[in-house]
């Protein structure tokens, strides 16, 4: 059984700073890619960022140059650092895992950007 399961959101002022954690654990035989995703009130979920097992990234236009997406030390294990937060950032984020050949979502962490 494969679980996925993000940490690290919460309530921060506009133009503050948050790094949302992903891990992805279980039996895991192969691994392609870790996403982040979010969903706001009432709007579609969409690809905010995400990156391969080679190391590649690719970004929504809305948060580039705001937002960074790493690999952890710890093996199958991502990153969103999210800095310069706007009030539209405000939404759950969701930890997509392209492994075994199937896609596993987490459970969603809320960010709020508010004052």
């Known amino acids: 059984q494969v679980q996925v399961v993000e940490s690290g959101g919460g309530l921060v002022q506009p133009g503050g700073s948050l790094r949302l954690s992903c891990a992805a654990s279980g039996r895991i035989f192969s691994i392609v890619a870790m996403d982040w995703y979010r969903q706001a009130p009432g709007k579609q979920r969409e690809l905010v960022a995400g990156i391969t097992d080679g190391g590649i990234t690719n970004y929504a236009d809305s948060v580039k140059g705001r937002f960074t997406i790493s690999r952890g030390n710890v093996k199958n294990t991502v990153y969103l650092q999210m800095n310069s937060l706007k009030p539209e950032d405000t939404a759950v984020y969701y930890c997509?895992?392209?492994?075994?050949?199937?896609?596993?979502w987490g459970q969603g962490t809320q960010v709020t950007v508010s004052s």
């Open positions: 997509n895992a392209d492994l075994n050949n199937l896609r596993f």
